[in-house]
């Protein structure tokens, strides 16, 4: 563990419970000098009072640790708002619905920026049946792929994972969706909002044609700048 908690984090948290230093060494059964020392940098609460102080506070030994308060206003968070985590040592996706503190291999991770596709990050969603088909034009190689397509709506998320050498394409329940992510594990997370909605069957980027023609488009562009 690289982080432990500090005594700003207990003073701060303390001070906005309206807690004297009192009060809170009687919840946790040590002398008020103590929480002194604590909160003045001469000394750390032992590993065992991490959880009754948490408890004292109302939060979780992961938001104490962290010094990040987590504030989830809306327990029921529409899904379009859900935050993604990926671990840059091991490339663990995790997905949150709302604020949340997160580690992974002694890192605290940050909640991903989702950027729009751009033309080094291509992607073609055609309409199969009651599925969405996804393809990604890019690289899948063993040092530069994409990590997962998501398929968010607004009481689901689906995810798929891939991998290095595979192929950069899959398949999503059409119901609900509103918005696509990819990551790619060099640039990051990119998204794109199927074009009209789900009910639009004439246009969009889930109609076959227009699919082709950008792909050719694409494959046009991509020629002429590499000749």
């Given at each position: 563990m690289n982080q432990?908690?500090?005594?700003?984090?207990?003073r701060e948290l303390r001070e906005k419970n309206k807690m004297t230093q009192f009060q809170l060494a009687e919840k946790l059964g040590?002398?008020?000098?103590?929480?002194?020392k604590w909160e003045t940098g001469k000394g750390f609460p032992d590993v065992t009072l991490l959880e009754?102080?948490?408890?004292?506070?109302?939060i979780s030994v992961t938001e104490l640790i962290s010094g990040n308060t987590i504030h989830n206003t809306n327990v029921s968070a529409n899904m379009l708002r859900s935050k993604i985590y990926v671990c840059?040592?091991?490339?663990?996706v995790i997905h949150s619905m709302g604020e949340a503190a997160i580690h992974c291999h002694g890192?605290?991770?940050?909640?991903?920026e989702a950027e729009f596709t751009d033309e080094r990050h291509m992607i073609f969603i055609e309409r199969v049946e009651d599925e969405y088909f996804v393809r990604i034009d890019h690289d899948m190689t063993k040092t530069h792929y994409i990590s997962f397509v998501a398929a968010a709506s607004s009481d689901g998320m689906q995810i798929v994972k891939l991998y290095p050498e595979g192929n950069a394409e899959a398949r999503f329940r059409i119901k609900g969706v509103k918005?696509?992510?990819?990551?790619?594990?060099?640039?990051g997370l990119y998204y794109i909002d199927p074009i009209k909605g789900i009910d639009d069957k004439e246009s969009g980027y889930d109609d076959s044609q227009e699919r082709r023609e950008l792909e050719q488009a694409a494959k046009t562009m991509f020629w002429k700048e590499n000749s």
């Open positions: 432990y908690v500090t005594g700003t984090v207990i040590v002398s008020d000098k103590t929480v002194s009754p102080i948490a408890n004292a506070f109302s840059p040592i091991c490339g663990n890192i605290t991770l940050s909640p991903l918005r696509i992510y990819f990551y790619c594990n060099r640039d």
